[in-house]
């Protein structure tokens, strides 16, 4: 990727779409300098690529049946999107534990977001973990893809109180927005390269992050 071009992303789904929306608003409204060159999906009917095609994006949509073995079916999905020739790869609901091989040559390319304050709670049910843990703050996570599950590198996060009353659901519509910003917020670093993977280390505006960056309540930058 060269300085001053709008950073080339592929973004993954698996369903909403809302984080892919996020995006597409944020380019539109001329605050994000991204291209969004794909949006694929494991689901042919995920409601995200018809964000996309509404948006006039290249879509993908690969069934995970089709394919013999897992590994088979990551190695066609990342070839398929490597031809589209993305600066970045970013994981927006994608629901699918992708193959360490696969990923491999897109270190430092690939971001997920994840709705939990990891390390806590990584993979499925985050929601109702919190609450059963009877954690005062949620929140979600954004970080650096590694072959370990929801363990690579973290960019950043932001925090939301958990409130008495709260249910999973309502948990996770109120995240949401925060999800949003977050996710914008981080690309937004990537894209005007001042945030990047170096050696294993999340390294902004060239020093290696101590923690996490946080996100402030309402807040639509990080740094
Ligand atoms: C988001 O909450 C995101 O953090 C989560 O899926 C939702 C996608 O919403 N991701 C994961 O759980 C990944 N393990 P969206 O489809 O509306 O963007």
Redesign the pocket.
């Known amino acids: 990727m060269s300085a001053g071009q709008p950073l080339r992303v592929a973004v993954l789904?698996?369903?909403?779409?809302?984080?892919?929306?996020a995006l597409i608003d944020a380019r539109d409204a001329g605050t994000l300098p991204i291209e969004l060159v794909l949006v694929a999906s494991d689901k042919v009917a995920a409601?995200?690529l018809r964000r996309a095609e509404a948006a006039g994006i290249a879509t993908l949509a690969l069934a995970p049946r089709s394919y013999p073995t897992r590994a088979a079916f990551d190695r066609e999905l990342f070839a398929r999107i490597a031809a589209h020739a993305p600066d970045l790869i970013v994981?927006?609901?994608?629901?699918r534990i992708l193959d360490g091989a696969v990923l491999a040559p897109w270190q430092g390319r690939i971001i997920?977001?994840?709705?939990s304050l990891l390390p806590k709670y990584p993979?499925?049910h985050?929601h109702e973990r919190a609450l059963a843990a009877g954690d005062a703050e949620h929140g979600?996570s954004v970080h650096f893809v590694t072959a370990e599950l929801?363990g690579g590198p973290l960019i950043a996060q932001a925090r939301i109180a958990i409130e008495s009353g709260d249910t999973p659901d309502a948990l996770?519509q109120r995240?949401?927005p925060h999800?949003h910003r977050l996710l914008v917020a981080c690309i937004d670093l990537i894209a005007r390269r001042r945030l990047a993977l170096r050696e294993g280390r999340v390294m902004l505006d060239g020093q290696a992050l101590p923690h996490p960056l946080q996100l402030a309540a309402g807040a639509t930058r990080l740094a």
């Open positions: 789904v698996s369903g909403r779409g809302s984080n892919l929306q409601q995200g994981l927006a609901g994608f629901m997920n977001i994840h709705p993979g499925l985050t979600s929801d996770a995240l949401l999800e």
